[in-house]
């Protein structure tokens, strides 16, 4: 029985801030980091947005692209690092947003910037086992740095939804594996307002270890080489990493391009790779093979073998806004209203 | 406002559960045990339903006084959408630069943080509009 995605839907804010806007604030560089990292701008949630905002959005546009009865939903996991609540679920609430309460059942993932994918997995195991008619996969972030730090040119908002089960796939996954070690490169306590991590240690034992070796793992698995994928989505936590990944790995850039959208809206963690497989998706045609590596601090790398189907010709994919519609809704806002909307100015009394 | 009394009214300020009368058809939202047209002929002939959520922008008005909770948000439109289904509701219209808004402007619901209750209490969700994009 295969197993695979029935539909998706993806979200971010219009907000944008660029680096060079950034880097006035704290006499740095902004132009030199934007090209360091390949970020042209970023993403910013509007003050009354948030993870349960985001994954409502994208769990709504995966609907529209798929009007299923809610109630067939008999899983949902929201992946991210930024949930509103510490102990509250923000499962339950987009689950009741989508009318799918309450024959179903609910948790929260935090895995850094893997925890979409890790609920994807999670997803295919309850639908493989039957456990479940469908589940519902997202990853979302509004993620956090820490005014000056270099995390501030990346760290951004977005997210999207997978509506995983065996009925009418559109993308079979043939295939999820995972690498996972204790590597401390970037965390967060409990209770602190942004995230630590190991500057160039978030590399080479990091980044480039863990999405290899998941890399090397998946295709020996599968029997393929690069060659035999249209697609590849890398993480991306800036713009440089996944293209030097794609080309240690024997990708070309022309593998990469769709799905990689940190250039354009910033690194949105749990929102990144699910992102930028919506955007795949957007312009898949049956038949094309989508190889998909995400990466989470701390740390771990899930890879999807991915296979587009015939079914994707008769699917809906314009009914709902696409990543690159998305991407070019923007409006542009200045440093001040940045730290006004991420709460970075200390005001008379809390408010959202 | 009391966690509860939000709970209760989460069905309609998330998904714009609203009610039609059996008798003469009329929408109400939020939901009405009674039509307020036919009154006793309308018990238990009250339909509950979901609003599709589109309809057009009423009337509004751009807020520049605000309660302290939307202080990140000055000025925001407040508007009065007629839904496509015929019921009036007043709401935030978001994403949108207040001097584009007009009367019959076509919008859509989103759901959105309306606030909280400080930073020890829950968090309210529910619906304001943006526009429909062409």
């Given amino acids: 029985m295969d197993v695979g995605i029935v539909s998706y839907g993806a979200y971010v804010p219009r907000y944008r801030i660029r680096p060079q806007e950034i880097g006035k604030v704290w006499g740095a560089d902004g132009d030199a980091m934007g090209r360091g990292l390949y970020i042209t701008q970023k993403s910013v949630p509007a003050p009354d947005e948030d993870v349960v905002t985001i994954s409502v959005e994208a769990a709504r546009n995966m609907l529209l692209r798929k009007p299923i009865d809610p109630e067939c939903i008999n899983a949902l996991y929201v992946g991210s690092e930024s949930h509103p609540y510490a102990v509250k679920p923000t499962g339950t609430i987009v689950a009741a947003a989508i009318e799918a309460v309450p024959d179903l059942t609910v948790a929260d993932f935090e895995f850094a910037c893997k925890a ?237 | 406002m009391a966690a509860p009394r939000f709970w209760r009214e989460a069905p309609s300020r998330y998904n714009l559960v609203a009610t039609r009368c059996g008798n003469c058809g009329s929408v109400s939202f939020p939901p009405r045990s009674f039509c307020p047209k036919c009154h006793r002929k309308s018990v238990g002939r009250m339909e509950r339903f979901r609003l599709a959520g589109k309809g057009s922008v009423y009337t509004y008005s751009v807020v520049h006084e ?37 009367i019959g402007m076509r919008v859509r619901a989103t759901l959105r943080r309306l606030g909280d209750e400080g930073p020890d209490g829950i968090i309210h969700y529910g619906y304001k509009f943006v526009p429909i994009l062409n």
């Fill in chain 1, 116 to 352: 979409g994918t890790a609920a994807i997995q999670v997803c295919m195991g309850m639908v493989g086992a039957g456990l479940a008619r469908y589940g519902v996969a997202i990853g979302a972030d509004t993620s956090q740095g820490a005014p000056g730090d270099p995390l501030e040119y990346s760290a951004s908002a977005g997210g999207a939804a997978y509506l995983i089960g065996t009925e009418d796939i559109i993308a079979t996954i043939n295939r999820t594996m995972s690498f996972t070690t204790d590597t401390p490169d970037f965390w967060r306590r409990e209770g602190r307002s942004y995230p630590s991590h190991g500057g160039r240690f978030t590399g080479g034992p990091a980044y480039f270890k863990h999405v290899t070796s998941c890399a090397n793992m998946l295709m020996e698995a599968m029997g393929t080489i690069p060659e035999d994928y249209d697609h590849a989505v890398f993480h991306q936590p800036n713009g440089k990493f996944p293209t030097r990944m794609a080309k240690m790995l024997g990708f070309s850039n022309g593998q990469v391009e769709t799905g990689l959208l940190t250039p354009f809206i910033g690194n949105t963690y749990s929102g990144a790779v699910p992102l930028g497989l919506a955007a795949v998706l957007d312009i898949a045609k049956p038949g094309d093979r989508i190889f998909v590596i995400a990466y989470g601090s701390g740390a771990g790398s899930d890879g999807f073998d991915i296979t587009v189907t015939d079914a994707m010709d008769s699917f809906d994919r314009d009914a709902a806004p696409k990543v690159r519609d998305l991407m070019e809704r923007t409006k542009e806002i200045d440093y001040a209203t940045y730290a006004k909307f991420r709460g970075k100015i200390l005001m008379k009394e809390v408010s959202i």
């Fill in chain 2, 66 to 102: 605000v309660p302290s909770e939307l202080d990140m948000q000055k000025p925001y439109v407040i508007a009065m959408i007629e839904m496509d289904e015929g019921a009036k509701l007043t709401a935030q219209v978001i994403d949108v630069d207040p001097k584009d808004v007009h």
